[in-house]
T-cell receptor, first 114, second 111 residues
Framework: EPEVTQTPSHQVTQMGQEVILRCVPISNHLYFYWYRQILGQKVEFLVSFYNNEISEKSEIFDDQFSVERPDGSNFTLKIRSTKLEDSAMYFC????????????FGPGTRLLVL | GDSVTQMEGPVTLSEEAFLTINCTYT??????LFWYVQYPGEGLQLLLKATKADDKGSNKGFEATYRKETTSFHLEKGSVQVSDSAVYFC??????????FGSGTRLSIRP
């Protein structure tokens, strides 16, 4: 069964450093998403992306964050200058359509900012 | 804004026990409701969904009914198995773009 993959599974970085989290969505999917879950808190929507543009973003997704689909297969989330509070599990998702409930999620990248 | 509240875990049960995980929601519109499950080391998987009031979603022996009058979508299973051990997330969506999740409930089943 096709699946969304994410790399790395774990990343540790120093505060102020840039990180890039990578996702490979399912190959025929057109819509892409990032969510995050701070330990012990809710899974929160960050951003959705379609046709090389951001479709919707949350208040969390400020100028420190950016997304890109650089090569037609990867979908990346960049955090320019990490803060301690960016420590979280980051989930990528993709879908063929925008029908509710059709998003397939990856296993997540656990980011720890020291 | 819209939100989801679910019972805190962890929940530990013996095999074949009855399971209920409570979930309530707040929404201004008429959202679709979901339960997602995350098995160890894997991504979030859609377990079941209901798109309108009184709908019942079901899958793998799990059920949940969309109750508009109580704004609830409680997850139930009559007889749990060790393989059901996972984290369960209640969620809603009234937008094509985003899903709003609860904080998750960790379920552990003892043999």
């Amino acid at each position: 069964e096709p699946e969304v993959t994410q790399t790395p599974s774990h990343q540790v970085t120093q505060m102020g450093q840039e990180v890039i989290l990578r996702c490979v969505p399912i190959s025929n999917h057109l819509y892409f998403y990032w969510y995050r879950q701070i330990l012990g808190q809710k899974v929160e929507f960050l951003v959705s992306f379609y046709n090389n543009e951001i479709s919707e973003k949350s208040e969390i997704f400020d100028d420190q964050f950016s997304v890109e689909r650089p090569d037609g297969s990867n979908f990346t989330l960049k955090i320019r200058s990490t803060k301690l509070e960016d420590s979280a599990m980051y989930f990528c998702a993709s879908s063929v359509t925008t029908e509710v409930g059709t998003q397939y999620f990856g296993p997540g990248t656990r980011l720890l900012v020291l | 804004g819209d939100s989801v509240t679910q019972m805190e875990g962890p929940v530990t049960l013996s095999e074949e026990a009855f399971l209920t995980i409570n979930c309530t929601y707040t929404a201004t519109g008429y959202p679709s409701l979901f339960w997602y499950v995350q098995y160890p080391g894997e991504g979030l998987q859609l377990l079941l969904k209901a798109t309108k009031a009184d709908d019942k979603g079901s899958n793998k022996g799990f059920e949940a009914t969309y109750r508009k009058e109580t704004t609830s979508f409680h997850l139930e299973k009559g007889s749990v198995q060790v393989s059901d051990s996972a984290v369960y997330f209640c969620a809603l969506s009234d937008s094509a773009s985003k899903i709003i999740f609860g904080s998750g409930t960790r379920l552990s089943i003892r043999p």
